[in-house]
């Protein structure tokens, strides 16, 4: 049977694209190799870029686990929301003090990763593209 030309060029990009948690691992991959340089480095502007981004991306997360879609169990909900309630508050910290450690918000963020690539390791299910029309 042969497939129908939409089909392959949709397999085509599927096959290359990230899924939602591949994507969600890799901003923290960023995340914790920015805080990463920024702990390394002397110029404070650097520190105060990487943790105001740290705080946009714990705001996003936050936001969509306080909002209910019926996707994520509450009690996972709760848990990303203190994670993040908890994560943003040593930020603000450390923005306040230069001289805190950014070693916490990078384990976090290492964790964060870590369990992300594990589940999707473990087989996140994809579409199935071998649809023939």
């Known amino acids: 049977m042969m497939t129908h030309p939409a089909m392959k060029a949709y397999r085509s990009v599927a096959d290359t694209s990230l899924t939602g948690r591949q994507a969600d691992a890799a901003c923290f991959r960023m ?3 920015e805080l990463e340089t920024a702990a390394a480095s002397t110029d404070p502007t650097v520190r105060l870029k990487a943790l ?3 705080q946009r991306l714990w705001s ?3 936001k969509v686990n306080a909002l209910d879609a019926g996707v994520t169990p509450l009690d996972e909900r709760k848990l990303f929301v203190t994670l993040a309630n908890q994560a943003q508050r040593y930020a603000i910290k450390a923005m306040l003090e230069p001289d805190l450690p950014l070693t916490p918000l990078i384990e976090i963020a290492e964790n964060v990763r870590a ?6 390791s473990d087989g996140e299910q994809e579409f199935d593209t071998d649809i023939h029309l």
């Open 52 to 54: 105001a981004r740290h």
């Open 31 to 33: 995340l914790a190799n």
């Open 60 to 62: 996003m997360i936050m």
């Open 115 to 120: 369990g992300l690539e594990a589940v999707v």
